[in-house]
């Protein structure tokens, strides 16, 4: 029996098993009324079916292949429209166009599929951007470590190499002149998400890019019918090294006038986006924003938290309000400061874990939350999933919070053999 017809109370449907989406959706939505609709090959490994049953908000869960972008247009032939339906929302990367797609056809407001494809693709978003007025970095499809030599060459002996179709840093490496592009070359053919992704999910494509070097931040902005309602600025610093791994967040970013909100406009503008939420990564160089990438998603990294924290604002909320067809309600500007910082920690077996109850009890800190334990293996941090923990931070502006994460995050001794 399909849920979305056994089940009338549904109001909203998420693509792709998210575990942070639905907690933040059980705080804003009642007790049966989300959908889920996920791959079958994740459900079987992912238990999906037992996960769910720990959300109230939940109503039922649908096998159906939301990842195959190629194929998402079938999607409404497979799955029943819910009769009070109101959104469709991706709950992960690599189901963004499974939710634009059942929108469209539904009949909801959605980023528009042109858009939302375009921002799946790495390379294809940097091809749909040019000529609009965007400065971006140098780039170039590739297939091989060969063609990254020359381009390197190029470019001073440094560059970006990128797959097109992950996430979250997964496979991304900045290479300088003495790097063994075969070795780099292997590492990001082979990186995966396989716990979160299916074969089918997205064309796997390479480009590599120029290294612009430069103080980098993010724009998260809500957008309703083509405008922006809502846009709030991140400044991200990154773990030294080859992979270019957020190490924290500070919220709002440093004052940069209105360059944010005019390269987002020109953002929005160039791929046609609807209605949604956008999450632009960006790099300074010569005091102009360059696009690094965009995702039409909710951000991670605890960014809607800090959000929540610093503007008093929710985002979840003001996405449902986008893809319900309605202007957000967010504040015009934000009340304080707040941060994460994600936890240092060399490569090992964790022996021990100490500082815990001494970082939580600093003035300012709102948690600390630890992703391995004693006996657990770290390895190199080489995407977002490395991370050992994170400590999230609020203060009466951006420099407290990111002064008081910064000192518990040191206050959190892990030791590894």
Request: hydrophobic letters at 45%.
């Amino acid at each position: 029996m399909n849920p979305a017809m056994a089940v009338p109370e549904v109001t909203h449907v998420v693509t792709g098993y998210s575990i942070g989406l639905l907690q933040q959706l059980e705080r804003v939505l009642p007790a049966g009324s989300v959908l889920v609709v996920e791959e079958p090959a994740i459900c079987a490994s992912r238990d999906v079916a037992g996960q769910l049953a720990r959300f109230r908000c939940v109503a039922g869960l649908v096998e159906a292949p939301v990842q195959d972008d190629a194929n998402a247009a079938l999607l409404a032939e497979r799955i029943d429209r819910p009769a009070g339906v109101l959104a469709v929302l991706p709950g992960l990367e690599y189901t963004v166009v499974a939710a634009a797609e059942l929108a469209d056809a539904w009949g909801l407001p959605n980023g528009g599929l042109h858009a939302v494809r375009a921002f799946r693709d790495k390379a294809l978003l940097r091809e749909t951007v040019t000529g609009h007025g965007l400065a971006q970095p140098d780039w170039r499809r590739v297939d091989g470590p060969q063609e990254v030599a020359r381009f390197r060459a190029e470019h001073g002996g440094e560059c970006v190499l990128k797959p097109v179709h992950l996430q979250g840093t997964v496979g991304i490496q900045l290479l300088g002149p003495d790097d063994d592009l075969d070795q780099a070359w292997k590492h990001t053919e082979t990186a995966d998400e396989a716990h979160l992704r299916t074969g089918h999910a997205g064309r796997p494509g390479y480009l590599v890019e120029e290294w612009l070097h430069g103080p980098e931040f993010s724009v998260e902005a809500l957008v309703h019918e083509g405008r922006i309602a809502f846009l709030n600025t991140t400044d991200t610093q990154l773990y030294p090294g080859r992979h270019p791994v957020e190490r924290g967040h500070v919220v709002p970013g440093e004052d940069r006038g209105d360059a944010p909100g005019r390269a987002m406009a020109a953002l929005v503008a160039a791929t046609g986006f609807r209605s949604g939420i956008l999450h632009a990564e960006w790099i300074v160089r010569d005091g102009e924003p360059h696009l690094l990438e965009c995702a039409a998603r909710l951000p991670g990294d605890y960014l809607p938290l800090l959000i929540a924290l610093a503007w008093n604002s929710d985002l979840v909320r003001g996405f449902l309000d986008v893809l319900e067809g309605r202007a957000p309600t967010m504040a015009e500007a934000s009340v304080g400061g707040s941060a994460v910082r994600f936890l240092d920690a060399a490569p090992g077996t964790v022996r021990t874990i100490d500082g815990l109850d001494e970082a939580r009890a600093l003035p300012g800190v709102v948690d600390v939350w630890m992703s391995v334990e004693e006996g657990h293996t770290l390895d190199p941090v080489t995407s977002s999933w490395s991370r050992a923990g994170e400590v999230v931070a609020v203060g009466a502006d951006r420099t407290e919070a990111a002064a008081t994460a910064l000192t518990a995050a040191a206050t959190v001794r892990i030791s590894t053999d």
